[in-house]
C-alpha cells in the first residue's frame, strides 16, 4: 500500500544522509528500509533508517512501527511506501462498539488469539478474544473450534487475519450467567456438583433483560450473556464459591443475536491500557529534577530539547511571592488531565512532555534506551485521598554525560506521560463499574508546586459535589476540593472544602502536630479573610494527623477531616 509520496530531493533537509554518511548510500533506482518512529511536534514523521533518523514531511502520517520502503528514483525524487502486510482484511463493524475499538489500541502492532465459537444468520462468525465475544464478518467461514491468529494494524485501526489458522474441537466458553437472588434457593434445591454441565430450556425473555430458564425442573430468572430465543437449549456449568452455587455458560447458541457487552466499555479500556500505565508511570517529579540539572548547559543541548525542555520547566508554578486563585485555576487547567484551551497562556503539562519526548528520540535515536527512575510513586486512585510528597532539588552543579542525563531524562518523561493518562482515565465517569457512586465530575490533578529549591507535586481533587443538603434555592448546586501539599518546613498539609451558594466548609489538617496547632491559631484571621469575600464558613476547624478515608461529604454536612 503506497502512501504516494513524491519528495523532491533538493527539499528535503535529510537528504545528504540519504546519499552518505554513517555507511548509508542510496544509488538511484535503489531502495532502503525505513521504520516509522511517530511524529514530532511539527508534524513531520521521524524514521529510523539503519542508525539514522530523518524527519520528513509525508502526505500521511504513518503510525509508529509502520515498516516503510524509501526508493531514490532517477529524477531525484523519493518515493516513501507502506511495505504490504500478511494476511486478509477482517471489515470492522461501521459502528465500532468501545470494547473493540479499546482492544485494537491495547494491542496495536500486535497478533491475537480468537477462537470461532459460533455463527451467525447474516454470515458473520462469533469469535472469542479473550473474555470479549465479536461478531466479525471473516473472509471465508471457518468451522466452530476453529484458533484464529488475528494482526493489529500498528494504527490500531484494522485487523487482519493471518495464514496458519487451526480447526480445532469446538470451543468451550466460560460466560457469567447472573442468577437472580429470589432465585438462588430453587439453584441451591438441585444439588448440582462443581464441574457438573446440565442443560437448561429458555422459557421467557423478560422485559427487564432478564431470562427464565428451565434446569431440571426448577425454573431459574438469570442474566445471560447472549439473548436467545425462546425454545432454545443451552449447556451450564455448575461452579461453587462462597459457599453458593454459580452458573457459566459454555456452550453458545448458532444463528442467535449479539453477545451482550461483557465489561462495560470504559472498563474495557482501563483494562487495556492499566497494565502498562501502572507498571512504568510515575510522578513528574523526577522529569523536572533532571532538567534543573539540566539548566546550567540548557544551551548546549539541540534547540528542540532546549525549547521543550523550557516549555516543561515553565510549568512550575514558583510560591516564593504567593500564589492568586487565578494562577491556582491556571496551573490546575494546564496540569495535562484537560483538553488544552487554544487561547490559553502557556504550555499545558501534557502537551510539554510530548514535546519534550519527540525532541529526545530525535536527538537520542538509535541509542534510545531511556532509563527511567528505579521507584516509582504510587498510581493515582480514583476517589482516593489526595497525597503529595516534597524533594529538595539538586544544586546547580555540572550535569556530567549530557546524553546519559538526556536518556533518563526520556524515560522519566514517558513515565510521566503514562501517569497522565492514568489520571485522565479516572476522570472519566463509570471508570470502575460496580463501585460505590462518586460525586459527579470529580477530577484528580496534579500541579508542580516550586519553593526556593524545594518541589512538591501537590495533588488536587475539584468538581461538582452534587446537592446540597439543603432547601435554600441557591444551594442546589456545590462544589468541592480536596488537596495536599507538602514541604519540609510544614509536612504535608491538606484541605477538603465544600461550597454552596455563598457559604463553605472548610476542614484542614496537617500531618504534624506543631503545623496543626499553627494552622489552628489561624483560623479567626482565615474566617475574617473569607467574611471580606461575601463567604460564610459555616465550618471552620483543623486536624492533626493524615485522614483515613476520602469519603465524599454533602454540601451542608459537618467535615471531620480525620475520617
Not at 519528495?7 to 528500509?33: I, Y
Not at 431459574?220 to 439473548?227: A, M, Y
Not at 451450564?236 to 457459566?248: D, H, K, V, Y
Amino acid at each position: 500500500m503506497s502512501i504516494a509520496a513524491q519528495l523532491p530531493m533538493p527539499n528535503l533537509p535529510s537528504a545528504a544522509l540519504l546519499r552518505g554518511g554513517d555507511g548509508l548510500r542510496l544509488a538511484a533506482g535503489e531502495s532502503v528500509a525505513a521504520r516509522s518512529l511517530g511524529q514530532n511536534s511539527a508534524g513531520q514523521t521521524l524514521l529510523a533508517l539503519g542508525r539514522q533518523v530523518v524527519a520528513l514531511e509525508l502526505p500521511q502520517r504513518p503510525p509508529a512501527g509502520t515498516a516503510l520502503t524509501i526508493t531514490l528514483q532517477a529524477d531525484g525524487k523519493l518515493t516513501v511506501a507502506q511495505e504490504q502486510q500478511p494476511g486478509q482484511t477482517v471489515p470492522l463493524p461501521a459502528a465500532m462498539k468501545a470494547e473493540l475499538r479499546a482492544l485494537l489500541l491495547a494491542n496495536a502492532g500486535k497478533v491475537m488469539s480468537g477462537q470461532v465459537v459460533g455463527s451467525n444468520a447474516d454470515g458473520s462468525s462469533k469469535v472469542m478474544i479473550g473474555k470479549l465475544a465479536l461478531d466479525l464478518l471473516l473472509p471465508e467461514a471457518r468451522p466452530l473450534g476453529t484458533e484464529l491468529r488475528l494482526a493489529v494494524e500498528p494504527s490500531g485501526n484494522g485487523l487482519r487475519l493471518l495464514p496458519g489458522s487451526v480447526a480445532q474441537q469446538p470451543a468451550t466458553l466460560a460466560l457469567a450467567v447472573a442468577v437472580a437472588p429470589a432465585s438462588q434457593p430453587a439453584l441451591e434445591q438441585l444439588s448440582l456438583r462443581p464441574g457438573q454441565v446440565v442443560q437448561a430450556q429458555v422459557l421467557a425473555n423478560l422485559a427487564s433483560g432478564e431470562t427464565e430458564i428451565l434446569v431440571e425442573g426448577q425454573k431459574l430468572t438469570v442474566t445471560l450473556p447472549q439473548s436467545v430465543k425462546v425454545g432454545e437449549r443451552l449447556d451450564l456449568r455448575a461452579e461453587t464459591g462462597g459457599g453458593t452455587t454459580r452458573l457459566t455458560l459454555v456452550s453458545l447458541p448458532v444463528g442467535q443475536g449479539t453477545v451482550r457487552a461483557l465489561p462495560s466499555p470504559l472498563q474495557a479500556l482501563l483494562a487495556a491500557v492499566s497494565e502498562a500505565a501502572m507498571a512504568e508511570q510515575d510522578s513528574l517529579v523526577p522529569a523536572l529534577a533532571s532538567l534543573n540539572r539540566l539548566l546550567p548547559r540548557l544551551h548546549e543541548l539541540p534547540a528542540p530539547v532546549a525549547r521543550a525542555a523550557g516549555n516543561l520547566l515553565s510549568a512550575q508554578v514558583a510560591l516564593d511571592e504567593g500564589l492568586s486563585g487565578e494562577e491556582l485555576k491556571q496551573a490546575i487547567l494546564r496540569s495535562g488531565v484537560f483538553v488544552p484551551n487554544p487561547g490559553s497562556a502557556g504550555t499545558d503539562i501534557k502537551s510539554a512532555l510530548l514535546q519534550l519526548r519527540s525532541a529526545l528520540l530525535l536527538w537520542l535515536a538509535p541509542d534510545q534506551g531511556a532509563a527511567g527512575s528505579n521507584r516509582r510513586t504510587m498510581p493515582p486512585q480514583r476517589g482516593g485521598q489526595p497525597r503529595s510528597q516534597g524533594m529538595s532539588l539538586p544544586a546547580l552543579e555540572d550535569a556530567g554525560d549530557l546524553r546519559a542525563l538526556a536518556k533518563s531524562l526520556l524515560g522519566e518523561a514517558g513515565a510521566a506521560l503514562h501517569r497522565l493518562r492514568l489520571l485522565q482515565l479516572n476522570a472519566l465517569p463509570d471508570a470502575q463499574p460496580g463501585a460505590p457512586a462518586e460525586k459527579p465530575g470529580q477530577v484528580m490533578v496534579e500541579v508542580p508546586l516550586r519553593l526556593g529549591q524545594e518541589l512538591c507535586m501537590a495533588q488536587f481533587v475539584v468538581g461538582g459535589d452534587g446537592q446540597a443538603a439543603t432547601a435554600e434555592p441557591e444551594a442546589k448546586r456545590s462544589w468541592q476540593l480536596r488537596f495536599s501539599v507538602n514541604f519540609a518546613a510544614t509536612g504535608e498539609v491538606g484541605a477538603q472544602i465544600v461550597l454552596w451558594g455563598r457559604k463553605l466548609n472548610v476542614s484542614l489538617w496537617a500531618e504534624r502536630g506543631a503545623t496543626a496547632d499553627v494552622l489552628e491559631g489561624m483560623l479567626p484571621e482565615m474566617e475574617a479573610a473569607l467574611a471580606g469575600k461575601g463567604l460564610e464558613a459555616v465550618t471552620l476547624r483543623c486536624k492533626s494527623g493524615v485522614p483515613r478515608t476520602a469519603a465524599p461529604v454533602r454540601a451542608g454536612q459537618y467535615v471531620d477531616a480525620t475520617g
